[in-house]
Structures are given as structure tokens and as C-alpha cells.
């Protein structure tokens, strides 16, 4: 008895501060939609997405971020390395994209602090993501 009402509470613990803390999907999706319009007038790298849906690709950034920082959405494209071997991205265009990330960021309110924490959760996919 005590079992069963206790289980949804825990379901719900899982930690979703980080993605409260970032605003939730609200602003997650305007902070993707900026970070995407900063890369595509960004000399270093907006040549890399001349063959992209941009719509599609900030849908599945979108729920990527929301799912890394805790919160309810579920990733539904394909794998990192997978997406990214044939681009040929290099260490500098992996920065300048993490920079148009921050500005995104900056221009949305989110603290430093909290800016970290999600860039802490991305800088493992560095190994995956750039192959040259
Ligand atoms: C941690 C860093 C990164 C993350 C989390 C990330 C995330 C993603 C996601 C979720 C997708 C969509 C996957 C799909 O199509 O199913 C994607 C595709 C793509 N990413 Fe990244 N990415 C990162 C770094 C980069 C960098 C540094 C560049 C270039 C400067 C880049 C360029 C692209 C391009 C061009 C596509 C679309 C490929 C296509 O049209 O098929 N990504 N990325």
C-alpha cells in the first residue's frame, strides 16, 4: 500500500533542475532557433549546413538539450557520430558553434552557471562530433 502510492513520487525525482534552471522548453527553443540563425551568419561555420533542413535541426537540437538537462522530451534523431562523420568539422568549428551557443545563451538571461552545466553535458560529444 505504502509501495504504491510512494512510486509516482519518486518517478517524478529525477533531477530536471538543470532544465528548469535553463527555462524549460520555452526558452530552449529560442536559444536553439538564435544559436542556429548566429551559425548560418557565421563565416566559420555556415557553409557546413548549406544542405540542411534547419527546421528539422533545431527540432531534434531542441529535444536533445531538453532531454540532456532532465527534462520531458525524448531524442528522436539519429546518432551523433553517425550525423557528423561525413561533415569533416574541425576542433575551430566545433568552438565557433559552442560560441554562437553562448551568445544564444547571453541573450536569453541564462547565467554562467547554468550556461556550464549544458556545456559540460556537450563537451564529451566533442570526440564524436569533429573528425578532423
Ligand atoms: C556538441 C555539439 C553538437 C551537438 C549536440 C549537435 C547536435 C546535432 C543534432 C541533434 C543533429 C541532428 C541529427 C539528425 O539529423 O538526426 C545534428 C546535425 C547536424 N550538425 Fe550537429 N551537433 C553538434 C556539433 C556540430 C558542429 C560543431 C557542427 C558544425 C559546425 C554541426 C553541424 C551539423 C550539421 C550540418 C547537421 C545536419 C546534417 C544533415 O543535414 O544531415 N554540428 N547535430
Do not use: W
Amino acid at each position: 500500500m505504502v509501495l504504491t502510492t510512494a512510486l509516482p513520487a519518486l518517478a517524478q525525482k529525477a533531477d530536471d533542475s538543470l532544465y528548469r534552471d535553463l527555462g524549460g522548453l520555452e526558452v530552449l527553443t529560442k536559444v536553439v532557433d538564435d544559436t542556429l540563425a548566429l551559425a548560418l551568419a557565421d563565416a566559420r561555420i555556415k557553409d557546413t549546413f548549406k544542405d540542411t533542413d534547419m527546421k528539422r535541426l533545431a527540432k531534434l537540437i531542441t529535444e536533445q538539450f531538453c532531454e540532456l538537462s532532465g527534462g520531458p522530451c525524448k531524442y528522436s534523431g539519429d546518432p551523433m557520430k553517425e550525423v557528423h562523420q561525413g561533415l569533416g568539422l574541425s576542433n575551430t568549428q566545433f568552438n565557433a558553434l559552442v560560441e554562437d551557443l553562448q551568445a544564444a545563451m547571453d541573450k536569453s538571461g541564462i547565467s554562467s552557471r547554468t550556461q556550464n552545466k549544458l556545456l559540460a553535458l556537450l563537451a564529451p560529444m566533442q570526440r564524436t562530433v569533429v573528425t578532423k
